[in-house]
């Protein structure tokens, strides 16, 4: 895999790419662990996902399985090793080029979808209302862990969001949560707040994020947030 792939040409400020969320939640884990000085963590870690270690070799890394042998930063060590790729080692393609523009330049804001629908969501009160909370509080909290999990206030730092050439990975979801997401976005449990600044906001943001969840879904694969300085 050449990591030069994910920085070809003008990219997005905001990407959504395939990635291996359940690898991603353990990788986090170990890095944190070996940051807290429980430097087994990661060994064992690398040393039971044998597709994980290929792929670290394959980057060069001869012992993946000491951290102390890698010598990328925390940000780069996490998308290396759960970005999806094909069989060709190129990026897995989950949406195509118009979808990725509109979700990567957003005009509010920090130009995050994510964070235009976090901020103008609310219940739909036209439901009964603990069905539709239910479905808001589920939308709220998987937005919190595609934009805030790899943030200061999950891992109480901010390196996995100052990485080499600008890397800055907010969070991200696995497989199930990306289906339980694009269900409960295709709902009718939420609604749009009344202050909404962008007439129609909510309904392309909506649309948009649904699309590239179901071909996520259709793919089998989680998604990454990132951005790109």
Known sequence: MDLDQFESGTPPF????????????AVLTALEAHSNGKTEEWTNLVNQDEALQLRLKEQGIQIPDQRENIP???ATVLFTSCIEVSSDGRPLIIADGVLREKIGR??????????????????????????????????VNLLEVLSQRCGPSQVGHDRYQTGTAGMNIKGFLDNEQVRVLRLAL?????????????????RDVSRNLIAILRAAERRNVGVILRTHS
């Not at 995050?112 to 939308?139: C, D, V, W």
């Not at 709902?187 to 909510?202: K, N």
Request: hydrophobic share 35%.
């Open 14 to 25: 905001i990407t959504l790419d395939a990635c291996d969320g359940k690898r991603a939640e």
């Open 72 to 74: 990328w930063d925390n």
């Open 106 to 139: 957003f005009p509010w804001g920090d130009g995050s979808l994510i964070s235009y629908m976090h901020e103008f969501i609310r219940p739909n009160s036209q439901l009964q209302q603990q069905k539709a909370i239910e479905g808001y509080e589920t939308i």
């Open 186 to 202: 295709s709902g009718r449990s939420w609604s749009v707040t009344a202050d909404e600044v962008i007439d129609g906001g909510m």
